[in-house]
């Protein structure tokens, strides 16, 4: 049986932290804060804000929500981007996409304050992951895999890691930063042959791919550690499924995270702990 690798306890402890530092920062004046810029009532979008408040209200950040009807202009867009990036009181942005059809995202996220940008969706944050430097911070999904890494003491020096996906979201920019680790990465897409195959040389496989439980036991071998980042809405059972077939992989492997309760929850964790970063670069 493997060993589930749980966010609760990775998340008590980034908590933990955030809090300490953010009632320090707050005492100095300069009260941790998130802007949540959401446009329209997309489900998903508002289950994601309602996750992201809650652990920052855990964590003593102040969240400040931006809702804007879907059937808003670009302009009213780029306006409340303009209106944080002015506000000092503001130490970091979310905001939520995907953007209703219409809405230019690339714009709105180019015109974030990269220092502002906590969740990695501006080229300034893209390039320090990278090149290890810059002013932004990584993708929170991608950071979310290394911390649960941490936590369970799961080195990557030197360990061949196959990361499933390459999206700018989770598979490149984890790739990046594992590679920053001196692991060895091998980064596998849609097109990629003989997935298995390599999925099987993994010491440790990262899987990003948007398929619910694409990774079965044909993929895995023992000893081999497993991050599932996929979040899928399994009709038929009525529950949240990874892009990993954990009843079939789990018997096999050594450690695996689970779905839910797995990356996800650690992400909203490395948001609240990167607006607290944010407010201390500040100086006061
Ligand atoms: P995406 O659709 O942008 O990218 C998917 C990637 O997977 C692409 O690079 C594609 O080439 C690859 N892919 C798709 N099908 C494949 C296949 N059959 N074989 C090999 N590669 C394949 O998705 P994304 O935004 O990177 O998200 C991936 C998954 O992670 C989704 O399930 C998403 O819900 C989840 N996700 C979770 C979090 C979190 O906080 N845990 C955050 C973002 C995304």
Redesign the pocket.
């Known amino acids: 049986m493997a060993r589930t690798l749980s966010a609760k306890p990775v998340v008590a402890r980034m908590t933990a932290d955030s809090l300490a530092r953010a009632s320090e920062l707050s005492r100095e004046g300069r009260q941790p804060t998130l802007a949540i810029i959401r446009v329209g009532e997309n489900p998903d979008g508002l289950s994601y804000e309602r996750g992201a408040a809650k652990r920052c209200a855990a964590s003593g950040v102040a969240v400040e929500s931006i809702a804007l009807p879907a059937d808003c202009s670009q302009g009213d867009v780029m306006d409340a981007i303009a209106r944080v990036n002015a506000d000092p009181s503001v130490h970091g942005c979310l905001l939520l996409r995907p953007l209703p059809a219409g809405l230019d995202e690339d714009a709105a996220c180019s015109a974030l304050d990269p220092s502002k940008d906590v969740d990695g969706i501006t080229s300034g944050s893209l390039l320090g992951v990278l090149t290890g430097g810059g002013g932004g911070f990584p993708p929170?999904?991608a950071e979310?895999c290394l911390r649960i890494l941490d936590h369970y003491g799961i080195g990557v020096a030197g360990k061949h890691v196959v990361v499933?996906?390459?999206?700018?979201?989770?598979?490149k920019p984890v790739s990046m930063m594992l590679q920053a680790r001196d692991a060895t990465v091998t980064m596998?897409?849609?097109?990629?042959r003989n997935?298995p195959g390599l999925c099987r040389s993994a010491d440790i496989l990262v899987?990003?791919?948007?398929?619910?439980r694409?990774i079965g036991p044909d993929c895995v071998c023992s000893g081999q550690v497993v991050v599932d980042?996929?979040?899928?809405w399994d009709d038929a059972a009525g529950k949240l499924a990874?892009?990993v077939d954990f009843d079939a992989v789990e018997p096999l492997v050594d450690a695996i995270t689970p779905v839910p309760g797995?990356?996800?929850a650690?992400?909203?964790a490395v948001l609240v702990a990167h607006v607290v970063q944010a407010a201390g670069r500040i100086t006061p």
Do not use: E, Q, Y
């Open positions: 929170c999904t979310a499933v996906g390459r999206s700018l979201v989770v598979g596998c897409h849609s097109r990629t997935l899987v990003a791919a948007g398929c619910m694409m980042v996929g979040i899928n990874g892009d797995g990356v996800g650690v992400t909203t």
